[in-house]
């Protein structure tokens, strides 16, 4: 089992005249998918490039005005991270409306979500929209066709605060690692604390991950983030009680905690579009926090009711210590092989 898997890719389109140039990015374990061959990428490089170049002209297709658009260029390349860089060129009529298209989405797992920017040729936002599955295509109208600039904004930050809590409330490593904190809080006022601990050192750790400023590869951030869920637990069932210090604690950790949210952000690549930040910054962010609260406020109820009970205290709590440690363990050793 993956904690996490998050099923992003992006496609960033820039509009010059009449031309439309495009660059979509996907992870290599999707695009390995894609060509239904985990070998075929590393079948030497013959055979990678032309499986690549085949897959390249079917990643997204434009219509202008009901016509099909061929595409003049279409390369594939392999960038600094590892993933999958696609390019394509289209000519298109100057003042008319186009169509795209990704026609990909549907042979991509379940959930997979691709973000799409276009920007013109000023670099200036046009449009910014979240495709997935049964909404794989997106209007893309000239300036003097399209929507005021705040009905963009709206439904780019509905879906950027959607994404924020799927993305928590299926980041089971991070609800383990808050589980793990307060199976043994004893008072509102300690919950309250560490929840806003963790809260401010991701945000804080979020933001500066996504705008380049602290970059920290996945491969030590996620055995980090399973190596906190094996140290909480360990120290619930060797400190009995409440252990002193989780303040401090829950923030230090929280800071690698955020660097793993950031990894969403990144992968769409929104922290190398200087003028288009903030807003997916924000909204992703206040995503996670409603997914967070809701998450805390079913298991701080039921904690509150099962504490009542002398069994909990001496069976259940360490039990479920005992069992979160497990769980951080595997993924430790997992994430680390997979590295």
Request: hydrophobic share 45%.
């Amino acid at each position: 089992m993956s904690a996490h898997d998050p099923g992003l890719s992006s496609v960033a389109v820039k509009l010059n005249g009449n031309r439309l140039d495009a660059t979509a990015t996907f992870a290599r374990k999707d695009v390995e998918g894609l060509i239904e061959s985990t070998a075929a990428l590393a079948s030497g490089p013959g055979v990678e490039r032309a499986r690549l170049q085949e897959l390249a002209r079917g990643i997204v297709a434009v219509e202008n005005a009901g016509r099909r658009l061929e595409p003049t260029e279409a390369t594939s390349r392999f960038d600094d991270q590892g993933n999958v860089e696609f390019r394509f060129s289209f000519v298109a009529d100057a003042s008319g409306t186009l169509e795209l298209r990704s026609c990909v989405l549907s042979r991509l797992p379940l959930g997979h979500r691709q973000f799409l920017s276009v920007t013109d040729a000023s670099g200036e936002k046009v449009i910014e929209r979240l495709l997935g599955k049964g909404a794989e295509a997106a209007t893309i109208l000239r300036r003097n066709e399209s929507h005021s600039a705040s009905e963009a904004d709206r439904t780019s930050a509905a879906g950027f605060l959607a994404l924020g809590m799927r993305h928590i409330l299926t980041g089971y490593d991070h609800l383990l690692f808050l589980l793990a904190l307060l199976v043994v809080t004893r008072s509102f006022v300690s919950s309250v604390k560490i929840i806003t601990c963790f809260t401010i050192a991701h945000s804080i750790t979020l933001a500066m991950a996504t705008f380049n400023i602290v970059v920290l590869p996945s491969r030590f951030v996620e055995p980090l983030i399973a190596g906190s869920i094996i140290y909480v637990s360990v120290e619930n069932l060797v400190r009995r009680g409440e252990p002193k210090g989780r303040g401090l604690l829950t923030f230090g950790f929280g800071l690698v905690h955020g660097l793993g949210f950031a990894s969403v952000l990144r992968e769409m690549g929104v922290g190398d579009r200087p003028g288009g930040v903030l807003m997916p910054l924000f909204s992703f962010n206040l995503g996670v926090e409603f997914g967070q609260l809701m998450v805390a406020a079913v298991v701080l109820s039921a904690l509150w009711k099962l504490r009542s009970k002398p069994l909990f205290t001496a069976r259940l709590a360490p039990a479920c210590s005992a069992a979160v440690a497990g769980l951080g363990t595997y993924w430790f050793f997992e994430r680390v092989a997979l590295n």
